[in-house]
């Protein structure tokens, strides 16, 4: 089974609108098409967050509209840049804010809402890391935890970004720790950019945005003019999982 992740589309109501010598529309269709040609076992399609650039309710239903011309089950999760009430408004047959349903995997999927109103931090609500500790003690058979967040929980070594680290992460890795018989797989965007890190039975993965990608181990604010946009294939086994970061050739 192959999930895809995307992240950080940053969608304006304008959809020829240009930020960081890119159009986001356009790498986002790119994205979408790449994804169609090159991927035939896709499951579903998660959206990490930062859908929208501008909070318009135009920018959701350009999404909307692209996204219903491919066949994948969508999960989406909000991102600072978004307003949770209009991508509440998404969701149809085909659109979810669920977790994805990775039974038929011995598999356990958990989404976790990370966005704070009009701040660019983010934080883990306790009440969705005790949902996932109750589901964590019910598991039987599942090896495999794939979690899903837009603020990463560890930091990338960019000072700019870490600024904003996740709040109440290490509540949540000290907790995912304790289950020595489980392997954790956490899946973050907001950064613009690829990172993993492996911690015991955690491994930490960012993923590239769709449009501009950041500079990393930069102090400030940079924009990598040589990294093309891209997105993540994860691939369920077995008993394990892969995963692996593709960029879009332009």
């Known amino acids: 089974m192959d999930i895809v992740q995307i992240t950080d589309l940053h969608i304006a109501k304008d959809i020829n609108q240009e930020k960081n010598n890119c159009v986001p529309y356009s790498r986002l269709y790119n994205t979408l098409e790449t994804i ?89 609500k306790k009440s969705q890391i005790h949902d996932l500790i109750k589901s964590l003690d019910m598991l039987d058979m599942a090896k495999n935890v ?10 990338i070594g960019s000072k700019w970004i870490d600024r904003h680290i996740c709040e109440n992460s290490e509540l949540l890795i000290n907790a995912l720790q304790s289950y020595e018989n489980l392997s954790f797989s956490i899946f973050s965007g907001h950064v613009h950019q690829e990172f993993h890190l492996k911690m015991g039975n955690i491994e930490f993965f960012t993923t590239p945005s769709t449009c501009y990608q950041f500079e990393a181990l930069s102090a400030d604010f940079k924009v990598d003019e040589n990294l093309s946009y891209g997105y993540r294939v994860i691939t369920l086994h077995d008993k394990t999982i892969s995963t692996k970061v593709h960029r879009v050739l332009t």
């Open 36 to 124: 169609k040609l090159n991927h035939k076992n896709i499951e579903y399609l998660i959206i990490t967050g930062d859908l929208s650039n501008d909070y318009s309710s135009e920018s959701y239903q350009h999404i909307k509209e692209l996204l219903k011309r491919y066949k994948f089950k969508i999960s989406l999760l909000p991102g600072n840049h978004d307003d949770f009430t209009l991508i509440k408004s998404l969701q149809d047959d085909q659109i979810s804010i669920g977790n994805i349903d990775l039974s038929n995997a011995n598999a356990l999927a958990y989404n976790f809402d990370t966005h704070v109103p009009s701040m660019v931090n983010g934080k883990l």
């Open 146 to 155: 794939l979690i899903f967040t837009h603020h990463p929980l560890k930091p």
